[in-house]
């Protein structure tokens, strides 16, 4: 079964900080991976794509991430992280049969400190 | 281009009365998703449309029904509501086929007393 972890269900960092958010997964074939922001009380927004080619991706807002394929990770960054960054982010992995259905992990809470 | 909307925003339901979530979208998209959100577990699919007039479960579908109306329209019903589907809702659309982004509506808070 096809599975997406975040380890960290809280982060603190200084504003200012550099940041990475873990993101691992389970899948026999090549994955489709996303990283989604929310807001409070908003719905998801997509920062970044992962599909083919270049492992480095880059997004909106700053953030980058990185498809490591040898440790099934595709960890978020970004080197200066500011009070609106405070959000919570999922990673997810589209499922390999028709829909285009998306796996959630459980997400990760940031919190920024001044 | 107001994307996705849902209504309503928010509800209260008492145990065993029923409701109907509405989704609308105004991309084109042939796919749309319902899902829940709980604390600590993510987003997790209810139920999906491929295209209009195909609907298929997703991972936590019991207790729930699903209506494609139109391209436009995709409806999540609880027939009888359970406390245990105190959630917030989103809705979802995109393209279909190759593996698009989704794109969100801004959510439906639903408490089941």
């Known amino acids: 079964a096809q599975s997406v972890t975040q380890p960290d269900i809280h982060i603190t960092v200084s504003e200012g900080a550099s940041l990475e958010l873990r993101c691992n997964y389970s899948y026999g074939a090549t994955p489709y991976l996303f990283w989604y922001v929310q807001s409070p009380g908003q719905g998801l927004q997509l920062l970044l794509k992962?599909?083919?080619?270049?492992?480095l991706v880059q997004g909106i807002k700053g953030f980058e991430a990185e498809f490591k394929r040898s440790q099934s990770s595709f960890n978020l960054r970004k080197p200066s992280v500011h009070w609106s960054d405070a959000a919570e982010y999922f990673c997810?992995?589209?499922?390999?049969?028709?829909?285009?259905?998306?796996?959630f992990g459980g997400g990760t809470r940031l919190m920024v400190k001044p | 281009n107001a994307g996705v909307t849902q209504t309503p925003k928010f509800q209260v339901l008492k145990t065993g009365q029923s409701m109907t979530l509405q989704c609308a979208q105004d991309m084109n998209h042939n796919s749309m998703y319902w899902y829940r959100q709980d604390p600590g577990m993510g987003l997790r699919l209810i139920y999906y449309s491929a295209s209009e007039g195909t609907t298929d479960k997703g991972e936590v579908p019991n207790g729930y029904n699903v209506s494609r109306l139109n391209k436009r329209e995709f409806s999540l019903r609880l027939e009888s509501a359970a406390p245990s589907q105190t959630s917030v809702y989103f809705c979802?659309?995109?393209?279909?086929?190759?593996?698009?982004?989704?794109?969100f509506g801004p959510g439906t808070r639903l408490t089941v007393t």
């Open positions: 992962y599909f083919s080619g270049d492992t």
């Open positions: 979802a659309s995109t393209p279909g086929g190759q593996p698009y982004e989704q794109y």
């Open positions: 997810a992995v589209v499922r390999n049969n028709a829909g285009n259905m998306l796996t």
